[in-house]
């Protein structure tokens, strides 16, 4: 609406250990053109997010899955979530189920 200009990045790749078991490894970044404080975005480079899951494909269209994410605020975003109280870094576990047809 007001002409704030954002993009995000993500990149993956899929390993087979075995026919099912298969660890795919996660990069993803957001960056921004001007700040934004009341979406939490500053210019710039926002986030960087790096993780892995492991799943296991009992069939192709059924595969559940393990996995762990660490997340760090970069720059203004950091300086904007440190005055709010809250962390600029975060580390989570990913449970789920990868279902397709």
């Known amino acids: 609406q007001d002409g704030d200009i954002s993009a995000s990045f993500s990149a993956s790749y899929e390993m087979y ?3 099912r078991m298969v660890l795919q490894p996660r990069l993803e970044a957001s960056a921004a053109i001007q700040e934004v ?3 939490g975005t500053a210019s710039g480079l926002n986030s960087v ?3 892995a899951r492991l799943r ?3 069939k192709r269209e059924f595969a559940p899955y393990v996995g762990v994410s660490w997340t760090k605020l970069t720059g203004g ?3 904007m979530a440190r005055a709010a109280g809250r962390e600029d870094s ?3 576990l990913v449970l789920g189920l990868r ?3």
């Open 17 to 19: 250990f075995t026919q």
């Open 37 to 39: 404080e009341r979406w």
């Open 49 to 51: 997010s790096l993780g």
């Open 56 to 58: 296991y494909e009992i």
């Open 77 to 79: 975003a950091a300086d």
């Open 90 to 92: 975060a580390v989570t």
């Open 99 to 101: 279902l397709w047809k």
